[in-house]
């Protein structure tokens, strides 16, 4: 399984505080170059804005536009969505630059590490419940386990399906992000290993387009997936802050 | 047979037919899909933003396989 060696963590600088281990690996170094590649890149694009934006400026107003209006205003509401835009734009942006970097070949894609993820969708998480309780109560916690439309003797049915869906919806949102991007990279490596474990180069030449065709579909896949998490924040989000019976 | 031969094609069996009702299901909604955007062009915009959550949805049930047949191969 040496193939798959690319998945592993390598402890670059070693840095520990108070018995935690908070060393520089190489996902901290990816998570660093795509962070300061997207900062380069936005500060770049949005250096000297005017009233009548040139060509530059119009990227930056562009992506911004998608964020409210696709992201935010779609599934929050116009009213609600002005407070919510910064963090469902920061997921985006966020995700996408990390699923972005593992494209350059010798890089670590961070988001296929469970860790990263995980921290994602416990966010997202918290921020639902605590959203659900400010705006409505622990009463209002309650209600979401009760949906209007059902007769009040199938409560006791329902009620603990509506408890597992909680759970599992950012659940899957980890999961769908995790697999996503461990899975195109993983069958990019294991055609590459193909190679070395035929040991013999002919087989380089029908491998090599087709992991070059895998490596564009794995553009398209991380602009999805980063689009799909936002979504689904923005929807969760929005459940929990409109008014319920 | 070993455990180790068992979990391999366990997982060869769980991610061969852990696909067939996501395939299934993703190609049923771009069907429907193309079929709405074909008798109303005009809200191509919103009928390809609910295909594209659909399909995620859909396609989250197929990667719950992958996960599994994963932890067969390199946990078990």
Redesign the interface.
């Known amino acids: 399984m040496h193939v798959l060696e690319h998945f592993y963590l390598e402890t670059i600088v070693p840095i520990e505080v108070f018995g935690i281990d908070i060393s520089i690996t190489n996902l901290t170094v990816s998570m660093f170059a795509a962070a300061a590649l997207f900062l380069t890149l936005f500060i770049l694009l949005a250096l000297k804005p005017k009233v009548i934006p040139g060509k530059r400026q119009a990227v930056i107003e562009m992506l911004l536009t998608f964020i409210k209006r696709n992201l935010v205003y779609n599934m929050i509401g116009k009213k609600e969505g002005e407070r919510w835009i910064p963090l469902i734009g920061g997921i985006f942006v966020f995700v996408l630059a990390n699923n972005m970097i593992g494209l350059i070949p010798g890089t670590y894609t961070p988001t296929l590490n469970p860790i990263v993820p995980v921290t994602l969708a416990l966010i997202v998480f918290f921020i639902v419940q605590v959203t659900n309780i400010r705006k409505h109560g622990i009463r209002g916690l309650l209600r979401t386990l009760a949906p209007a439309a059902v007769p009040s003797w199938m409560y006791v049915i329902v009620a603990p399906i509506e408890v597992i869906s909680m759970i599992a919806k950012p659940f899957s949102l980890f999961v769908r992000l995790m697999a996503n991007m461990l899975a195109g990279h993983t069958i990019i490596l294991v055609l590459y290993g193909l190679i070395l474990y035929f040991k013999s180069y002919y087989l380089a030449i029908p491998i090599v387009p087709f992991a070059l065709i895998m490596n564009l579909f794995e553009i398209f896949v991380s602009a999805i997936q980063a689009y799909i998490f936002a979504v689904l924040s923005a929807m969760y989000i929005g459940e929990a802050v409109k008014p319920k019976h | 047979m070993d455990p180790k031969t068992a979990a391999m094609i366990a997982a060869g069996f769980t991610m061969g037919i852990g696909a067939i009702g996501p395939a299934i299901g993703i190609g049923n909604l771009v069907g429907k899909a193309l079929e709405g955007i074909a008798r109303q062009p005009e809200a191509a915009g919103q009928i390809q ?1 609910a295909m ?2 659909g399909i ?1 949805f859909a ?2 049930i197929a ?2 396989a ?2 599994v047949a ?1 932890l067969l191969i ?1 946990v078990a």
């Open positions: 933003t594209f959550i995620a396609e989250a990667l719950y992958l996960v994963f390199f």
